[in-house]
């Protein structure tokens, strides 16, 4: 379905599926990118890809770390390693009370920008689908039409009902963002994500120490290798956003959960529109780090031609059923 974020409008999804596999056991990771956000450079990756397959059927050792500047990448080959490494069931990345389909992980409702008909209808069927944290993106249409379709569902719901989180995705200009923040305040927002671009440390440091809404650094985290500590140091958000097909894969967010554990920021995961292969494999991880916060896990929904799979969503909860099967099909007759 064409989702539209303050950037574009998204009509389709890139990925490509690394497959690892001998006579017992198979590794499948998603190499999933947004064209414009993602580092990796889309007419590198098959040539990159084509590599890794090479070296790894001769039997030669790879470094993840040789591919820091393909994020993208370096998740699939993580991931399939991982699964390939862990058992002879594929998708499997960990043992835990979720990959063993016994517990669920709960999320937010994602709302798509659109006009504000269509938003206030996104909102209206989450809630009553179970969903009481939902994530509204803003920035592409008149601040006063978002302003007044945030009151509405505030007058509708209170913030015990109801927790908002706000997604800008750095949409607000910076000398008009801090009078926007001060007048969205009025509605018991929970945190905004990325109010304005990224690389204005000082600016969005400013915000952070101003903004009467805590703030949660996303795209500002993207291609940040060896500075994470300064930027964190700098800038002091209140959250940060994980994305392991954007910022390199698990053990490039496990330092950032290390980071911001340290200077007492919190944290939660959300999915960089990955398909169930991807998905799966950051619902697996997010579980084991016992985050008490929503996951941004439910965008696998959009995709009208996504790997069959266990996954699903109840209510506010995402889980895997037991009752069905990954289509191990799919991965060969593509």
Known sequence: MPSRTSRDVLHNKPSWYLVIKDQSRIGIGECSIIPGLSLDRVNDIETKLDYICREISSGNKLEIEEFNDYPAIKFALETALIDFNF???PFKINDSNFSNFQDNIKINGLVWMGDIKYMRSQIIEKVNRGFSCIKIKVGALKFESELQLIKEIRRDFTHEDLEIRLDANGAFKINEALEKLERLNEFSIHSIEQPIKKNHWQEMAKLC???PIPIALDEELIGINL?????????KPDYLILKP???GGFKECDNWISLAKENGIKWWATSALEGNVGLNAIAQWVYTKNSKLRQGLGTGMLFKN????PLEISADSIYLNESK??????????
């Open 245 to 247: 097909s954007l910022l």
């Open 306 to 309: 996504n790997v069959n799979s």
């Open 87 to 89: 058992s002879e069931s």
């Open 227 to 235: 500075s994470k500590a300064e930027l964190l140091d700098t800038i």
């Open 209 to 211: 120490e101003l903004s």
């Open 325 to 334: 099967e990954w289509d191990l099909n799919f991965f060969y007759k593509n």
